[in-house]
């Protein structure tokens, strides 16, 4: 396998530490990786769960590097392999939390652990995608999130999020899942999402829906 840092150490707690060498982890990605363009709703990829990852080798290594260069390239804070048209259970990110605190990291297989309902205090922010590329639109989530999973090597991790950063787990473990969190939305609120989209330009290359 190629050499492939151990981006996240782990907590006593079993959550991995992943707000340390952002910068440099993230760079060393993104310069060897290489930026493809992004898939947009109505692509079907996006639209059907993913196929677990099983093979932890250089494949695996070279896709997450070149997520972390479209994630850049599309200025997001998380990328689903399947938003570049690969239909693998694998996320990375880069995003902060409501503190400011940047996180960096990849999730392999993430499972979305269901919150005692004392810890269910829900955040009604605007939320965007880059598959749905100038739209945006209020959804409620939980301000906190869990997600159990594999690292790149395939080792156990668990990573938690407040705020923004919870969000952002919650859909990038949802795009791999098949769903776009305009599926999330009322009816009307998913067509107003659309027509938002159909009306602006995205500032990223996108792939094409034949």
Known sequence: MAQQET?????N??????????????????????????????????HKECKDVTSFDDDLARLIDDMFASQKAAEGVGLAANQIGVDQKVFVYDCPDDEGVRHVGVVCNPVLEELPAELRVLDESN??????????????????AVVTGQDAEGNPIKVRGTGYFARCLQHETDHLYGRLYIDRLSKRDRKDALKQMEEGTARYETVPNA
């Not at 981006?7 to 907590?11: A, C, H, K, N, R």
């Not at 959550?15 to 990786?33: I, K, M, N, S």
């Open 127 to 144: 939320e965007g995608c880059l598959s749905v590329p100038t739209a945006y639109a209020e959804l409620a989530r939980p301000d906190y």
């Open 13 to 46: 707690d079993g959550f991995v530490v992943d707000t340390e060498d952002c910068e440099a982890r993230e760079l060393a990605h993104r310069e060897r990786g290489t930026a493809r363009p992004i898939t947009v709703v109505g692509n079907p990829v996006l």
């Open 7 to 11: 981006d996240q150490q782990v907590e």
